[in-house]
């Protein structure tokens, strides 16, 4: 997997993924669980890859950085 996801976009996904998580956690609405949502960002951030991405052709990803 070639990475497409670049670090301002990773740490977008990290801040987002955990904030969903942790209204999912902590959360007292009845609509707390669509935070686990969470976890697709957070992966997503890990990973570097985004599925979505391949298919669309869009890297955030700068050429320097990015793993072949």
């Known amino acids: ?3 497409n996801v670049g670090m301002i976009d990773r740490a977008f996904r990290t801040v987002v ?8 956690v902590f959360g007292a609405s009845e609509f707390a669980w669509v935070g686990w949502f969470g976890v697709v960002p957070l992966l997503t951030a ?7 991405y391949s298919l669309l052709g869009i890297s ?4 320097r950085n990015a793993v072949k």
Do not use: D, F, V, Y
């Open 46 to 52: 890990i990973a570097g890859w985004c599925p979505p």
């Open 1 to 3: 997997m070639k990475q």
């Open 17 to 24: 993924g955990i904030a969903l998580i942790a209204w999912a």
């Open 60 to 63: 955030t990803c700068s050429t």
